[in-house]
Every structure is written in structure tokens, then in C-alpha cells.
T-cell receptor, first 114, second 113 residues
């Protein structure tokens, strides 16, 4: 059971470049989300999806785009990378159908923008 | 707007001692999570707390939830070096915002011999 898989694990970008962070889950979860983690700030929600075709903004959405064409995949796009986007990015998925369900996190993508 | 505050942010403990990490949140919630993170790693789920008065224990860690006070605690009993990590609480507001977690800043725990 793979759970939540993120690729790549590490990436270095130049300012202005674009890239897509991939996230896939194999648990048939409805809910998927992207967070960024910066020192001393915990994790902050970037974008969120409650199912295929439905996305919503989180706390820090500027500079990022998302789409969700399938239940399994939720890619995060940086259209024009900036040094302020240097961070560790985590994808998470969860299921609303049970009371004891929890949010599962991927292994993270460490992004450096130079 | 939901705000989650943890304290302390840094905790240096001696092995064998007890301590508590506090997590306060500002609005009603559906559930509260505690996670552990080791350096360079992802988040490992420790506890999911669903209702007022919920208490869960795993090894030397015990978590509780008081929804009336909007407070959760993570109690560490007889700390050992292996517990050194960063601990986060996260609140899920539920309802139409289910799955939109708001995290505390994290508590960096260091256990010394």
C-alpha cells in the first residue's frame, strides 16, 4: 500500500522557471491538499480539493495553481518560481466517510529557488 | 479564522522526566491531530482526537482533548532520547472545511541523557 506518493523529493529551480510537483494517492480518498512548511511556522495550507474537478484556495495560494482531473492525482504547479517559494511541500489526503479516519501525508518535496 | 497555538515552542528535557505540550485553538473543531516529525522526514500520525474528554495513549505519550476549553495536551511520561522530534498539533474544523488542517507552530523536543 503506497499511500501518498510525492515526486520529486528534491528540486532546485531558477527564479522564473516553472515546474509541477506531483502527488498521487491510492486510498480512494476524496480530500487532497497541499501544504508548505517553513521554519517556525508549522504547515500552511496552499490549495485543497474535495474531489475530482473541485478545488479551493487555502491560506497561502498566491503563486500556485492546482487542478484535479482524477481522484488519485493532485499536482501543484509553480508558474514562475520565486525565492519566497523555497520551502518543503507536503501533499495530504483524507477520507470523510469514517469518524476515525485521519490525514495521511506524503514524504515531502524540498524545493529551493535560486 | 481558526488559529492554533502550541507551547512551548522549544522543550529541552532530561531523560526520565515528565512534561506536557499544550495546543490551544480558537474556534470549534471536528477533530484534532497530533503528529511527530523527525528531521528531514514526513509527518507521522500519533493521535486523532474526536470528542470532548477523549484521551489516547501510546507508549510514553498521552493526548487529551477538552473541546470546551479548546485545548489539547500531549503528555510525555519518563522521556527517552528516542522521543526527540518536532511535535505538531493540527485542527480540522470539519463541516464545509473538512480536511483543511490548521497547524500549530510545532514544539521542538530534545531529550538529554
Amino acid at each position: 500500500n503506497a499511500g501518498v506518493t510525492q515526486t520529486p523529493k528534491f528540486q532546485v529551480l531558477k527564479t522564473g522557471q516553472s515546474m509541477t510537483l506531483q502527488c498521487a494517492q491510492d486510498m480512494n480518498h476524496e480530500y487532497m491538499s497541499w501544504y508548505r512548511q517553513d521554519p517556525g511556522m508549522g504547515l500552511r495550507l496552499i490549495h485543497y480539493s474535495v474531489g475530482a474537478g473541485i478545488t479551493d484556495q487555502g491560506e497561502v495560494p498566491n503563486g500556485y495553481n492546482v487542478s484535479r482531473s482524477t481522484t488519485e492525482d493532485f499536482p501543484l504547479r509553480l508558474l514562475s518560481a520565486a525565492p519566497s517559494q523555497t520551502s518543503v511541500y507536503f501533499c495530504a489526503s483524507s477520507d470523510h466517510r469514517g469518524r476515525n479516519t485521519e490525514a495521511f501525508f506524503g514524504q515531502g518535496t524540498r524545493l529551493t529557488v535560486v | 479564522e481558526l488559529k492554533v497555538e502550541q507551547n512551548p515552542l522549544f522543550l529541552s528535557m532530561q531523560e526520565g522526566k515528565n512534561y506536557t505540550i499544550y495546543c490551544n485553538y480558537s474556534t470549534t473543531s471536528d477533530r484534532l491531530y497530533w503528529y511527530r516529525q523527525d528531521p528531514g522526514k514526513s509527518l507521522e500520525s500519533l493521535f486523532v482526537l474526536l470528542s470532548n474528554g477523549a484521551v489516547k495513549q501510546e507508549g510514553r505519550l498521552m493526548a487529551s482533548l477538552d473541546t470546551k476549553a479548546r485545548l489539547s495536551t500531549l503528555h510525555i511520561t519518563a522521556a527517552v532520547h528516542d522521543l526527540s522530534a518536532t511535535y505538531f498539533c493540527a485542527v480540522d474544523p470539519g463541516g464545509t472545511s473538512y480536511g483543511k488542517l490548521t497547524f500549530g507552530q510545532g514544539t521542538i523536543l530534545t531529550v538529554h541523557p
